[in-house]
């Protein structure tokens, strides 16, 4: 017998008999319908090396910036809905100025060196020959397109200073990868840099950067100019703190004192608190959010960069995650991880598109190739197409679980993934003041981690008093959607 009719026969069996609900369940969460672990603010993406080959795509910016469904590459693909995008301020010019060019690693991956705007030293003023905005069209592009499609959340991020503020005048790091290699000279020229793109896009491009981050894994030790494949610089905690110092004065003088400054997306937990001690009252003063990568995966201390940040009044953004598990599990485990240990606001994929399993959808920057999208991808929608942004992220009661409430809508919205064996899985809304209407209809989404189900809509389950159960084959994800519920 099929797996999906042993579903339909249990599920129905369990309305019939809706007396023995409880028995028929193997586990239970109950959600707290009093608790608030912060408004939701949304899912979206890096753009940088994607957008630059693919941004003019009117149909990948569908499929990532819109919940529509998009036909693409003969799949039919519900949109994730994102609504944040991080736009990555280039590094790298290939001019030649008094005898100056940029050093390349002989180890570069082409389509990862990005074409930065301050091309030259010779002028700081943005409408002088020393700047050039025509450069990066197609990650311009990419930005337009998801502001047009509602994204909202926009973040200006670097990954190295423009080469030639740097000591080997190389931006993918230093000679050895782990010391600094922005000139002590260039510092202040580093904000500059950031605070005119912002001052220039809001001007020019009608794109208001919410956030801008100054730098990109600064105390990563493979930041190495003979051997990277990418750009990227190494900072010393002090040297970051000053980098915030002057990027906050250079914003305020533009006119840009709403415009925050996240950092310092760290690799790790475990270096973003130590980062954050580090970093001094007076930067960290500056440092509206709290940004930090994924790529400590399941170790970490995630419990203490929100109590730290927490404690200082910040958000927090996973605000870069990304692996080669194209099946969708280390995804789903990380970002659950995430949700109950790091209570972040904003989840952030690194590159959607991206091969060896590393994109949502496969594809090869340099070769300029599109493949298909992977089970990752239905993973992630399961998630991103329903806790939206504006809900209540409430405490859900395990650790196999996500629980939003959309108070306008009376809505809540449940994600869970069943890693045991094939069971039942109760949901308790006995918390809240009105759980729903008694037979409702709750709708269903079902991705099966791996291969299988993606992303099938289901409404076969209704709320029995103020519970509802599923039955969840083993790795696989579900999203409920209980309407009518009142806090
Ligand atoms: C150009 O290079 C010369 C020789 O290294 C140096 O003395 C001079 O200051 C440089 N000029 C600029 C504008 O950087």
Redesign the pocket.
Known sequence: MSSTLIQKLAVGLAFTAGSIPSANADVTTVIDAKSNRGTWEGWGTSLAWWAAVFGTRDDLADIFFTTKTVTFQGQSLPGLGFNIARYNAGASSWNSY??STMVVSPKIIPSRLVEGFWQD??SADPSSGSWKWSVDVNQRSMLSKARDRGADILELFSNSPMWWMCKNHNPSGSDDGSSDNLQSWNYQQHAVYLATIAKYAADNWNIRFQAVEPFNEPSANWWNGKSGTQEGCHFEASTQATVIGHLRAELNSRGLSSTIISASDESYYDEAVTTLNRLGSSALGSVARVNVHGYQYEQGRRDSVYSLASKAGKKIWQSEYGEADATGQRLATNLLLDMRWLQPTAWVYWQVLDGGGWGVIDADNDKKTLGAANQKYFVLAQFSRHIRPGMRILESGSDYTVAAYDAAARKLVLVAVNWGDAQYINFDLSKFGTPGVNGAVVKRWATQIGSGSRYVEQSDTKLSGNKFWSWFEKNMVQTFEVTGVVI
């Open positions: 008094n005898g030293w010779a």
